[in-house]
C-alpha cells in the first residue's frame, strides 16, 4: 500500500475519532510544463508540481474541508482537526443539518484513454520541436507574429471516504495552441487553433502540428480578408466548438445544482418543461467523447455518467454532487470537482456538447441554405438568464448551402431558450474538445480543464454582427 | 525545522549539484475561508508549504515550483530544474541574483489573531447580519465570503542572503441581488482582523440595493467631470501604472513612459508613490520577491516621472541597483518589476462628499466597476462599467444611474486631476483616496 493510502486512512480513522458523522479525503499530486513560443524563441518556461491532501468532514450537520501541502502525520492530524474546526464555526451559519445524500458506487462505463507517449517518458527538448514544426511552418506561411503555448498536465489522485469507498486515477491533458496574427496593406488578420486532448503526445501524430499551424494561419488570412455584411437575423451554422461553448457557458451553469438549489437559476423547477426543439439535445458526460477531458470520477468518488441536460427539446437533468442531490433530493450525477486539493468539490461540468442529429455536415449546410457559418470561439459573455454574446474564432458566409467567402469579426448573439427553440437539424458526427489553455472558472476555482463541443447545428436564426 | 535552515539546506544541495549560483523562495501560507451563498456554506481552512527555485548556469536561468517541501524530493527536483536550466537559451543579460543588504524599514502590521481566528465568533457575527439582510423584501440573493491568511516568506540565494518577512490580511466580499436588476457590490482589506468593518460590507452592500431600487439610465450621454470613491480609483490607476512604470516594459520598448524620466506626465499636484514602508498597506513587506530591501519613492512627484521600477534583473542590465520591486504573485511565479503599494497624496483634506459638492455636471463613481482588467495598459484606453454611480449636478447627488459606462485615458487622466482628497483606503494595490477628475466620457 503506498505512503498515500496510509496518509488518507489514517486523516479518515482521526475524523471518526474526533466525531465526524462521514468524511472523504483526496490525494493529489499533478505535474504541469507549459512552454510559450513568440516566433521561434521561447519566453516562457513553466515547470511546477503540485502535491498536498484535502478532507470534507460532516460534523453535527455542518460540512468543514481543510487541506495541507505538507503530508506527514502530524500535518494530516492538524488537516483533520482543522476540518472539524470550520465544520464547528460552519454549524452556526446553516439552517438545517445537511449531509450527503446515499450512493451505492458504481463502475466508470466509459472511455479509458490509453497513453502511448506519456508526457513524463518525452524528454523536454522534443515536446520543443514538435511545437518548433507548426512554428516554422507559419514563419514559411509570413505571418506577422505567431505565438506558441505547449501545455502538459498530468498526475495522480488517489480518493477515500469513510463509507469504505476508494477511487484512484492519472488525469492527463496535453495540447498545443498557435495564435497567428498576419498583416497586408494595412489590415489585421487572427485566429487561431487549438488541439488539446487526454491523450499522451500521441495526439501530435494524429494531428500534426502543421496541420494545426495551417488551420490558424489560414484562418488569419480567411479574417484578413473578411468582408462586412450588413448586421441582422441570419440563419447560422455552429461549427462543434462554437456550438459547444454555447452548451456550456449560457445553458450548462444554468443547470449546475448549487445554483439550481439556491433557486439563483432561470431552470429552477422546469423539469420536463419542453424549451427546445426536437432536433435540441444536450449531453454532460465524465467521458472525453473524442478530444474531451477524461474525468472518470468526480471529487466525492461517484462515478461519472453522461447525463440528458436537454434530450429532444425536454429539460432532463441538472448536475448534481452528493450534497446538492441531498438538497433537492435527487441522484448525484458525478459533477463534484475541485481545482486542485485547497479546495472543496463544488458542482462543476466535465464535457459539455450538444447531442448528435441525424445529418451529414454537408446537410446541415444544405438546411441552412444562406446564412453565417462560425467556427470556434473569440471569447465573450454571458448573464444568469441566459442572455449571450459570443465571437467567432472564424467565419464565412454560406450561400446555396456552400461556404463562399470569410467574414470579418462575427458576433453572434441571443437568448439561450430562443437558441434552443431555433436548432433545425444537426450533424451525426460530434467532436468534443478541450483544452490546456484556460477552462472554467467558478468560485475563485480557475482554470478548471472542460471539455465543449457538439455536431455541425443548423439554426433557423439568430442575431448576428459582423464587421465588429 | 525552520524555513531558514530548510531554504539554507537547498541552496546548498543546489551547490553541490553544479548550479553557478540558486535562489530559494519559500512561502509558508496558513488560511481560512468562510463563504456563504444564500444556504449553501463553505468553511475551510489549510496550510501551505510551496517553494519556487531559480537556478543558473553560466548565462543559462531557469525555474520550478513546487507545493510540498519533503527533503527527500529535493534531489530529484534541482534534477529536473538542472534540465530546464541546460534546455534554456544563454540570456546575455543575466548577471546573477540579489546581494543581501539589511532590511530599511520594520515592515506592515502583524495581527496574531488572523494565525489562529475566532472563526466561531466571525461565523455569528456573519449569521446576524445575513439573516437580517436576508429578510428584507428588497433582497433577492446575497453571497458573502471572508478570507484570512497568515503567509511567512524566507529568501535564501548562494550570495549568502537570507531574509524573513511575514504578513497577515483579512478580506471580506460581498455581493447582494435586489429586486429591480440590482446588483450591489463591497469589499475590506486589511492587515488587522477588523471584524466589525469586515462584516460591516454586507450591510453598505444591502444599503446600495435599497438605493438603487429605483435608479434611472442617463438621459444621454456626456463628457465631464467625476468624483472617483477611494476604493474604485485603483480600477482607474493600478493597471496603468504596474504595466507603465515596469524598467523591464520600458527597457523592451513597451511603456508609454519609455524615454519619460524627469518629464512632466502629469499635472503639477499629483504625486504618486510606492510606498511599501506604510505598516497597514496591505501587501507591504520588508523585502521584495528577490530579497531586496523595500522602501518609499516617488514614482511621479510634483508631475514629475522619478523613477522606474527594478527587479536585480533589469537594474543590472542598466548598470543599476534594483529599486526592491521584484515582485512574484506567488511562489509559483519569478518576479518582475511591479509596484509594491501605490499612494496617491492628498492636496486637500476632504472627503469623497465633500469633493462631489465642488461638482457641477458629473457623476459620482461610488461603486462596483467592471472592466478593469480589459483596459488597453499600453495605450491607456479604459471602458468601464459601473453599477453604483450617481448623476451629479450642483454639488447634489441627483439620482442613481442604472449601470454607466466611463471611458477615458490614463495618461489623459494624469493631467486632468482636479483635486485629491484625504479619506485613504486600503485597496487590493495599495492606498488611495478620492479624487476629482475631469475628462471622462459617460455613457
Known amino acids: 500500500m503506498s505512503d498515500e493510502f496510509h496518509l488518507l486512512e489514517r486523516a479518515l480513522n482521526k475524523a471518526e475519532e474526533y466525531g465526524a458523522d462521514f468524511a472523504e479525503v483526496r490525494f493529489e499530486e499533478e505535474n504541469r510544463l507549459y512552454i510559450r513560443f513568440e516566433r521561434e524563441e521561447i519566453k516562457s518556461l513553466d515547470v511546477g508540481s503540485d502535491v498536498g491532501i484535502g478532507i470534507v468532514v460532516y460534523y453535527k450537520g455542518a460540512r468543514g474541508y481543510s487541506y495541507t501541502s505538507k503530508l506527514d502525520e502530524n500535518s494530516i492530524d492538524e488537516m483533520v482537526r482543522d476540518a472539524i474546526k470550520v465544520a464547528k464555526a460552519a454549524s452556526s451559519l446553516i439552517k438545517e443539518k445537511i449531509e450527503p445524500i446515499e ?28 511545437a518548433k514544426i507548426g512554428i516554422k511552418h507559419a514563419l514559411d506561411r509570413g505571418v506577422a507574429s505567431f505565438v506558441t503555448y505547449y501545455g502538459e498536465r498530468w498526475g495522480r489522485k488517489v480518493f477515500l471516504n469513510s463509507e469504505g469507498l476508494k477511487r484512484e486515477w492519472n488525469p492527463i491533458i496535453v495540447g498545443l495552441v498557435y495564435y497567428a496574427v498576419v498583416r497586408r496593406n494595412g489590415n489585421v488578420g487572427r485566429s487561431y487553433e487549438n488541439v488539446s486532448a487526454s491523450r ?155 447531442g448528435p442529429g441525424d445529418m451529414t455536415k454537408e446537410e446541415v449546410f444544405e438546411v441552412v441554405k444562406r446564412g453565417v457559418y462560425a467556427e470556434g470561439s473569440m471569447g465573450g459573455q454571458t448573464n444568469d438568464i441566459g442572455v449571450f454574446t459570443f465571437g467567432a474564432n472564424r467565419a464565412y458566409w454560406i450561400e446555396d448551402g456552400e461556404i463562399k467567402y470569410p467574414l470579418k469579426a462575427v458576433t453572434v448573439r441571443g437568448n439561450i431558450l430562443d437558441f434552443l427553440k431555433n436548432i433545425i437539424g444537426a450533424s451525426k458526427e460530434v467532436y468534443v474538445r478541450t483544452s490546456i489553455r484556460g477552462g472554467c472558472g467558478k468560485a475563485m476555482q480557475a482554470p478548471l480543464p472542460v471539455g465543449l463541443g457538439g455536431p455541425y447545428l443548423a439554426v433557423k436564426k439568430a442575431l448576428i454582427s459582423v464587421g465588429g | 525545522m525552520s524555513l531558514e535552515i530548510v531554504a539554507e539546506e537547498i541552496v546548498k544541495k543546489g551547490e553541490a549539484k553544479g548550479f553557478d549560483e540558486i535562489e530559494v523562495y519559500l512561502v509558508r501560507e496558513r488560511s481560512s475561508l468562510i463563504q456563504i451563498i444564500e444556504s449553501l456554506v463553505t468553511a475551510k481552512t489549510g496550510k501551505e508549504l510551496g517553494v519556487g527555485i531559480r537556478a543558473s548556469i553560466g548565462k543559462k536561468v531557469g525555474f520550478i515550483s513546487v507545493s510540498t517541501l519533503d527533503l527527500k524530493r529535493i534531489d530529484s527536483i534541482l534534477e529536473h530544474l538542472k534540465s530546464i536550466v541546460l534546455s534554456r537559451p544563454e540570456d546575455k543579460d543575466f548577471n546573477g541574483f540579489a546581494d543581501p543588504k539589511s532590511a530599511k524599514h520594520l515592515g506592515g502590521l502583524i495581527d496574531e489573531s488572523i494565525s489562529d481566528p475566532p472563526l466561531d465568533e466571525i461565523a455569528k457575527e456573519i449569521k446576524v447580519s445575513f439573516e437580517t439582510i436576508r429578510k428584507l423584501d428588497y433582497v433577492v440573493k446575497v453571497e458573502y465570503h471572508i478570507t484570512l491568511a497568515d503567509m511567512e516568506v524566507v529568501i535564501a540565494n548562494s550570495r549568502n542572503l537570507l531574509t524573513k518577512d511575514r504578513m497577515t490580511y483579512a478580506i471580506a466580499f460581498s455581493e447582494i441581488k435586489g429586486k429591480n436588476e440590482t446588483l450591489a457590490m463591497d469589499y475590506h482589506a486589511s ?83 510606492d510606498n511599501p514602508e506604510n505598516p497597514n498597506a496591505l501587501l507591504s513587506l520588508k523585502y521584495d520577491g528577490e530579497g531586496v530591501p523595500t522602501y518609499k519613492k516617488a514614482l511621479i512627484e510634483n508631475g514629475v516621472l522619478k523613477t522606474y521600477l527594478y527587479d536585480v534583473y533589469s537594474a543590472r542590465r542598466e548598470g543599476k541597483e534594483s529599486t526592491g520591486n521584484g515582485v512574484r504573485m506567488n511562489y509559483k511565479s519569478q518576479p518582475t518589476p511591479s509596484p509594491l503599494s501605490v499612494e496617491i497624496l492628498p492636496t486637500s483634506n476632504k472627503n469623497a462628499s465633500e469633493l462631489v459638492s465642488e461638482l457641477d455636471k458629473g457623476v459620482f463613481i461610488k461603486g462596483f466597476i467592471m472592466g478593469s482588467h480589459m483596459s488597453d495598459v499600453i495605450n491607456g484606453v479604459f471602458s468601464l462599467t459601473s453599477l453604483e454611480s450617481y448623476y451629479v449636478e450642483n454639488g447634489e447627488l441627483k439620482y442613481p444611474i442604472k449601470s454607466v459606462t466611463i471611458t477615458g485615458n490614463f495618461f489623459d487622466l494624469l493631467n486632468n486631476i482636479i483635486e485629491i482628497g484625504n479619506d485613504t483606503e486600503i485597496t487590493f494595490g495599495g492606498v488611495y483616496p478620492s479624487i476629482l477628475v475631469k475628462g471622462l466620457k459617460f455613457i
Request: hydrophobic residues 35%; charged residues 30%.
Open chain 1, 103 to 130: 450512493y451505492k458506487p458504481e463502475e466508470y462505463k466509459g472511455f479509458i484513454p490509453t497513453i502511448k507517449k506519456h508526457p513524463k517518458d518525452v524528454d523536454l527538448s522534443e515536446k520543443i520541436e514538435i
Open chain 1, 200 to 354: 499522451g503526445l500521441e495526439l501530435f501524430d494524429e494531428r500534426s502540428p502543421e496541420s494545426i499551424s495551417e488551420k490558424a494561419v489560414k484562418g488569419a488570412f480567411d479574417n484578413l480578408e473578411g468582408k462586412v455584411t450588413k448586421s441582422g437575423e441570419y440563419p447560422l451554422v455552429a461549427n462543434p466548438d462554437f456550438a459547444g461553448l454555447i452548451a456550456h457557458e449560457s445553458f450548462g451553469h444554468l443547470t449546475e445544482g448549487d445554483y439550481v438549489a439556491t433557486k439563483s437559476s432561470i431552470l429552477y423547477g422546469r423539469l420536463g418543461e419542453k424549451l427546445g426543439s426536437d432536433e435540441a439535445s444536450i449531453l454532460e458526460s465524465g467521458d472525453p467523447v473524442n478530444y474531451g477531458y477524461w474525468v472518470p470520477y468526480d471529487d466525492e468518488g461517484v462515478a461519472t455518467k453522461t447525463v440528458y441536460l436537454v434530450e429532444k427539446g425536454y429539460l432532463k437533468n441538472y448536475l448534481h454532487s452528493r450534497f446538492t442531490a441531498k438538497m433537492m433530493n435527487m441522484t448525484p450525477t458525478g459533477n463534484a470537482r475541485a481545482i486542485n486539493y485547497r479546495f472543496p468539490p463544488i458542482v462543476r461540468m466535465r464535457n459539455t456538447y450538444f
Open chain 2, 191 to 273: 492587515r488587522n482582523l477588523e471584524i466589525e468593518k469586515l462584516i460591516g460590507v454586507l450591510n453598505k452592500s444591502a444599503e446600495t440595493v435599497k438605493e438603487f431600487l429605483d435608479a434611472k439610465k442617463l438621459t444621454e450621454p456626456f463628457e465631464g467631470a467625476a468624483v472617483i470613491a477611494n476604493k474604485e480609483v485603483p480600477n482607474f490607476f493600478q493597471n496603468f501604472i504596474d504595466y507603465n512604470f515596469s524598467a523591464l516594459n520600458i527597457q523592451e520598448n513597451r511603456s508609454k513612459f519609455v524615454g519619460k524620466l524627469n518629464e512632466k506626465v502629469a499635472e503639477d499636484r499629483v504625486t504618486i508613490l
